[in-house]
């Protein structure tokens, strides 16, 4: 981890937050980090604080409302997480879906099928509305999955009918 940068780590469930910000009060070299910070919110709810802050976002394993935002091109919340970015920022959204075992959630979020004519065509065109524009996507595979070097990656690699989605958008003017 970059020590020059500084880290923000959000999320709706405080279980996660918990466990992690322990961490950060360790001496660096017992995995301590002094340049991160994390906030418990909702992506709907975001502290004005932090907008214009980010010069890059990072949206790794959404769920719920969040994976139907990213996924979906919610554009309320997606404009939500653009408030967040600076100039050119980036936003990497990584997905993990197993289409047998997430069936009841995909189908109570309503997604449409993450297939390429969704990717390529449909989902670019919706990201516009919330100042973003998708500069690429690309199917994930184990080797390009563990570069992520999270946790999740790790255990959702081990899903046999799992497959994993990166979106790579810039901020623009909007």
């Not at 989605?165 to 901020?171: D, E, M, Q, T």
Request: some cysteine; overall charge positive.
């Amino acid at each position: 981890m970059n020590s020059q940068n500084f880290f923000i780590g959000i999320d709706a469930n405080s279980r996660p937050l918990e466990k992690i910000s322990e961490k950060i009060y360790r001496k660096p070299a017992r995995g301590g980090l002094p340049n991160a910070l994390f906030v418990l919110s909702a992506v709907e709810n975001l502290p004005a604080e932090l907008e214009g802050i980010a010069n890059e976002i990072q949206v790794n394993f959404p769920w719920g409302s969040l994976l139907r935002a990213v996924a979906g091109g919610d554009e309320i919340v997606l404009r939500n997480l653009r408030q967040l970015c600076a100039t050119d920022a980036l936003l990497t959204v990584i997905i993990g879906l197993d289409l047998e075992r997430d069936r009841s959630e995909l189908d109570r979020l309503a997604l449409p099928s993450l297939d390429l004519d969704y990717l390529k065509l449909e989902l670019p065109a919706k990201y516009p509305r919330a100042g973003f524009a998708i500069v690429g996507t690309e199917t994930l595979t184990g080797t390009r999955l563990l570069e992520l070097k999270t946790t999740w990656a790790r255990r959702l690699k081990a899903g046999h009918h799992r497959s994993f989605i990166r979106i790579l958008a810039r901020a623009v003017e909007g």
